[in-house]
């Protein structure tokens, strides 16, 4: 078990697409979700994309069944690891709401996403997942996925207006990325 160093924005290997996992339940599949879970947990992280600790492969991971200190005003999303994943909005209706990411660190912007998705893919040992999702579990689900296409969420801001520092936005907001 290992907290790994996480990429920051402007490193390339956050730009690649990320090859689907092709074998299920191996101990070295299992070894990375533990060192994704150690690393999320100890950056307070709401998720965290294999890309982001240098793993081109399609695993992300997100929640941890609490409320976020890096988010203390969204509901918990359960803790979840998932593989090859693919999201579908359900209706066209966007919003849009805070975001930051552990690759950009000490910074929050309004990005906009899909309100409600349903979404699939696998666990570690290769079974099926599908939920839906709205909120905030939609927004971090549709962010973990992106970092799998190459993207970050400043490529999703449309005003730049709402776009800065987490510690001038959100002053008193425990966020330990800001360093
Ligand atoms: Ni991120």
Not at 110 to 135: E, H, K, L, N
Request: proline letters at 7%; one cysteine or more.
């Amino acid at each position: 078990m290992t907290v790994r160093e996480i990429l920051k924005m402007g490193d390339e290997r956050l730009l690649r697409i990320a090859p689907a996992v092709t074998e299920f339940d191996t101990p070295e599949l299992h070894a990375l979700v533990v060192d994704m879970l150690e690393t999320m947990a100890a950056a307070n992280g709401a998720g965290l994309a294999a890309p982001q600790i240098g793993v081109n492969l399609q695993v992300v991971i997100f929640g941890s069944g609490e409320v976020n200190p890096r988010y203390p005003l969204e509901l918990p999303i359960p803790r979840t690891i998932l593989l090859n994943p693919v999201i579908t909005p359900l209706d066209g209706e966007e919003q849009v709401g805070w975001e930051g990411c552990l690759s950009v660190p000490g910074m929050r912007a309004m990005v906009p996403r899909w309100q409600r998705i349903r979404y699939s893919g696998f666990d570690v040992q290769g079974r099926a997942i599908a939920r839906t999702a709205d909120g905030f579990h939609s927004r971090v689900v549709q962010h973990e996925c992106d970092h799998l296409m190459g993207k970050l969420y400043p490529m999703r801001v449309r005003d730049f207006s709402q776009f800065g520092f987490t510690s001038v936005l959100f002053p008193g907001l425990d966020d330990n990325t800001d360093d």
